[in-house]
Nanobody
Framework: QLQLVESGGGLVQPGGSLRLSCAAS????????IAWFRQAPGKEREGVSC????????KYADSVKGRFTISRDDAKNTVYLQMNNLQSEDTGVYYC?????????????????????WGQGTQVTVSS
């Protein structure tokens, strides 16, 4: 059973950067596409980014394109989300999630219902 643990959140000023990590254990990591979601108070969970099993395909929400970069290191069973030029609207709890795939190595999705493995989340607060 795959388990996911997020880390790297914190308080940062507008324009600053953070790198989130999603560490996996308990199953073969390279069978999974991994996505990042976020949820601000009073709002629905929003898909931020996703990376395919191969790492060769990625997807980003329009609101983060050009500022966020997702990557994976299968040797470390970890997916990263590099977040630059953070703005107040990026504030929220960030979750990573996993979707197991047998055949497709290039599948990506930022739809929450496509994922059944979730981490506990890490808080990101962007404020001056």
């Amino acid at each position: 059973q795959l388990q996911l643990v997020e880390s790297g959140g914190g308080l940062v000023q507008p324009g600053g950067s953070l790198r989130l990590s999603c560490a996996a254990s308990g199953s073969t990591f390279n069978y999974y596409a991994i996505a990042w979601f976020r949820q601000a108070p009073g709002k629905e969970r929003e898909g931020v980014s996703c990376i395919s099993r191969s790492g060769g395909r990625t997807k980003y929400a329009d609101s983060v394109k050009g500022r966020f970069t997702i990557s994976r290191d299968d040797a470390k069973n970890t997916v990263y989300l590099q977040m630059n030029n953070l703005q107040s609207e990026d504030t929220g709890v960030y979750y990573c999630a996993a979707h197991r795939l047998i055949l497709s190595r290039e599948w990506v999705s930022t739809t929450p219902d496509d994922y059944d493995k979730w981490g506990q989340g890490t808080q990101v607060t962007v404020s001056s």
